[in-house]
């Protein structure tokens, strides 16, 4: 699994894919970050958060899109397939990689509330529960984005797809707000991967927000394991 670690982080910095994420998501967070905090002379974090993670639905299928379809049109897959390596190890090391360019810019972009920390009060404790949940969301997605890319062609189809996919959460989640009949919308939060952060944004520590996202991060990463096999064994 370390192998095939290296090897993806090795390769979001040696071609332009992982520039491309990295600049594009700082100056969507830098712009974000001016209109919801600078711009609007408040120290509340939350709001910032909150519409980053919106921007995620564009940013993260960025950083997903190559991690198995790219494999199949450098006719790398086989390689891969015929290693003496689990397809377990194989997706995990991928997914870690992922995840880990993605939580480091996270955590980096942070570092803008150090302004806001000189000349106004950060709460810290809702800080630090705005950036846990963005993390736990984004593991979310990036387990989506993975699995949308183990069964596509090519890089751009499984961008577009894991855009769709990610849309289609997120209307869930605005789609529950309108709903009165209890069951229905009971079931819409439920799917939805965009509800469930809320009570970290308040600074409260939700273990079955916790479960919830690992859990949908630990089923979309089992879905691209047995997609996987599937293909090695044919």
């Not at 803008?112 to 000189?118: D, K, Q, T």
Request: proline content about 2%.
């Amino acid at each position: 699994m370390l192998a095939i670690y290296k090897r993806e982080m090795r390769s979001y910095f040696t071609t332009p894919l992982g520039y491309v994420f990295l600049s594009i998501f700082l100056a969507v967070s830098a712009a974000v970050f001016c209109f919801t905090t600078l711009f609007a002379m408040s120290s509340e974090v939350t709001t910032y958060f909150s519409t980053m993670m919106q921007c995620y639905v564009v940013l993260l299928p960025l950083l997903t899109m190559k991690l198995f379809s790219e494999e199949k049109k450098q006719k790398t897959e086989q390689l891969l397939l015929t290693a003496p390596v689990s397809t377990f190890s194989i997706v995990l090391g991928k997914f870690l990689a992922a995840y880990t360019v993605f939580a480091s810019v996270t955590a980096f972009s942070t570092l803008y509330f150090l302004i806001v920390g000189v000349y106004g009060h950060v709460k810290v404790p809702i800080l630090f529960g705005n950036l846990i949940a963005v993390l736990l969301v984004g593991l979310a997605l990036i387990a989506v984005g993975i699995f949308i890319s183990s069964i596509t062609e090519n890089q751009l189809s499984a961008a577009v797809a894991t855009m769709a996919l990610l849309f289609l959460l997120m209307f869930i989640s605005l789609a529950c707000q309108y709903i009165s009949f209890y069951p229905v919308r009971f079931v819409l939060e439920s799917l939805s991967l965009f509800y469930r952060f809320q009570y970290f944004t308040q600074g409260i520590f939700d273990f079955a927000g916790l479960f919830y996202y690992i859990s949908v991060a630990a089923l979309f990463l089992f879905l691209t394991v047995r997609v996987f096999d599937r293909r090695r064994w044919k």
